[in-house]
């Protein structure tokens, strides 16, 4: 059922990978096309899961609503389900973010209910 | 006295190192206002020359190379570049009880690159800032002495600067943005100076200034150069930018906006060290900006020359708007570095 979710990700254009993933790096499920997700990228991903939790908290504590990573091929963005969970999109530069970022609140509920 | 100073044309409110000052200002003929904490001062500054240093806290005023010292000692400062009509800087030049060092009727040696002549009316202010071609001599020791007037120190209690209170960001008056009313007061994010503390400032360092002394200025390794701060202005004057600062590794370059600048760079730092740790594990290109949402808005670090920009927004913000901004910066640094 997870896998469902993810793939309406995976079938918006240029989405590379959709992963639910733990803070500690482990991944609960993902659905990928033309991507591999070495460890590098998954120790990546758990280190801007771990740093940004912080550095939002220099806020005042504010809870963190999302993070956008890009780099001039790929970006990377990742949104918080529930408490440890997140879900973290993976997609070239050419990706539409608004269509994206419009997908990670519409399918959030879904995902916190299956987890 | 610094009231009695006429008021000029303000043409930018920016908070930068104060070496700053010196550095851009060889064709400015005005006053330099200058907040720091309750105390104000001001530069009275001719064409790169620098006349008259004058801070005044409470009843403890700073004159000469006293003033210029304490200037000196903050990493930043916050200040008005106001512009002076001849008539005005002859007014300001009778209240301050010195004679004009440049007359106007000797031709002044100018920059050797001309630069463009600008219309006064160019809705651009930062067009108005002063340029450099090239750094300015730093005013190590003025041709004409600064006037050094003593303040009988011994009946005035020094306090220390730790000890004044913290002036808060939303006094300090910021160039309006271009953003409407009710965007901007729809979410601006506010910098929780009482959660992350706020760097002391040095103690105020009084001491006899009769005796011109040499000043040695550790000299600028990253000046922005004019092109920069106007990017940089134009960028701050889009919907929905609360602040825009440019940092390195060191210390603060430029900030524009109405925020406290160190619990931001604490953030951006923190920002940055994490893009450090996690370019080496992937292999998409370099790295172009890093985004962190809360509810109350958006923080923004980028890579900018050799410097990284630090953006504070509104949640109301366009984000593909700054990503194109800063993919054109990057494209921009790409062309140059090739070249």
């Given at each position: ?50 740093d ?17 990573v ?35 609140k ?10 | 006295?610094?009231?009695q ?49 004058y ?51 000797v031709p ?49 209690p ?26 901007q007061?729809?979410a ?28 040695v ?53 923190t ?36 410097t ?32």
């Amino acid at each position: 059922m997870l896998k469902q979710i993810l793939n309406k990700f995976l079938i918006l254009n240029d989405v590379q990978a959709a992963l639910v993933i733990q803070e500690n790096g482990e991944i609960i499920e993902s659905m990928k096309s033309g991507i591999l997700i070495k460890d590098e990228l998954q120790e990546a991903i758990a280190i801007i899961m771990l740093d940004s939790r912080k550095t939002a908290a220099q806020f005042g504590n504010a809870p963190l609503s999302m993070v956008f990573v890009e780099f001039s091929e790929s970006f990377l963005i990742l949104g918080p389900v529930m408490e440890e969970f997140y879900l973290v999109i993976i997609a070239k530069n050419s990706a539409n973010i608004g269509q994206i970022t419009y997908e990670m609140k519409k399918n959030q509920d879904a995902i916190v209910s299956l987890l | 006295m610094i009231n009695q100073l006429p008021e000029g044309k303000s043409i930018s409110r920016m908070q930068a190192p104060p070496q700053w000052i010196f550095t851009h200002t060889v064709r400015f003929v005005g006053v330099v206002r200058v907040v720091i904490q309750d105390g104000e001062g001001f530069i009275l500054i001719k064409k790169g020359k620098t006349l008259v240093y004058y801070f005044k806290h409470g009843r403890i005023e700073l004159h000469g190379h006293g003033a210029l010292d304490y200037f000196n000692s903050h990493p930043t400062i916050e200040f008005n570049l106001c512009k002076y009509t001849p008539e005005e800087f002859s007014q300001a030049l009778k209240i301050c009880d010195i004679e004009d060092p440049i007359p106007d009727t000797v031709p002044v040696q100018e920059p050797a690159r001309p630069e463009p002549v600008r219309k006064e009316s160019e809705e651009d202010s930062f067009d108005d800032i002063p340029v450099i071609s090239r750094p300015a001599p730093l005013p190590v020791k003025p041709e004409q002495p600064v006037p050094v007037i003593e303040t009988p120190a011994a009946p005035v209690p020094v306090t220390p600067a730790t000890a004044i209170p913290v002036i808060p960001a939303a006094a300090v008056p910021v160039k309006p943005v271009a953003a409407t009313p009710e965007k901007q007061a729809a979410a601006v994010p506010v910098m929780p100076s009482a959660a992350i503390p706020v760097k002391p400032v040095a103690a105020v360092p009084v001491k006899p200034s009769a005796v011109p002394q040499e000043r040695v200025f550790v000299p600028q390794t990253a000046v922005l150069e004019d092109p920069d701060i106007k990017i940089i202005g134009q960028i701050k004057k889009l919907n929905g930018i609360v602040a825009i600062s440019v940092f390195n590794n060191d210390r603060n370059i430029l900030l524009m906006g109405d925020v406290e600048i160190e619990p931001l760079l604490k953030i951006a730092r923190t920002m940055l060290a994490t893009t450090n740790k996690i370019t080496p594990h992937v292999d998409w290109g370099s790295f172009v900006h890093m985004t962190l949402q809360i509810p109350e808005g958006n923080v923004i670090i980028a890579p900018y020359h050799e410097t990284h920009l630090c953006i504070l927004t509104t949640r109301t913000i366009n984000i593909g708007h700054i990503r194109r901004i800063l993919r054109d910066l990057q494209q921009e640094r790409n062309q140059g570095d090739m070249l």
